[in-house]
């Protein structure tokens, strides 16, 4: 489980963050969105991680 913040970003979308993760950003036109959105990119982000056997923070 990783930390997530979600904050109001610019044109009406959400922006979701995951500060453990450098530059693991993503956003949605709704919060729900955002958190989806986020959470696919949080595990592309491990998967790309562990393909080039990188560790994990």
């Known amino acids: 489980m990783r930390q997530v913040v979600i ?4 044109d009406g979308y959400w922006v979701a963050e995951c500060p ?21 990119a949080i595990e592309g982000y491990v998967m790309a991680l562990q393909e080039d056997k990188r560790p994990m923070h």
């Open 7 to 10: 904050a109001p970003g610019e």
């Open 20 to 40: 453990s993760l450098p530059d693991c950003i993503s956003q949605g036109h709704s919060r729900e969105e955002a958190i989806a959105n986020i959470k696919e």
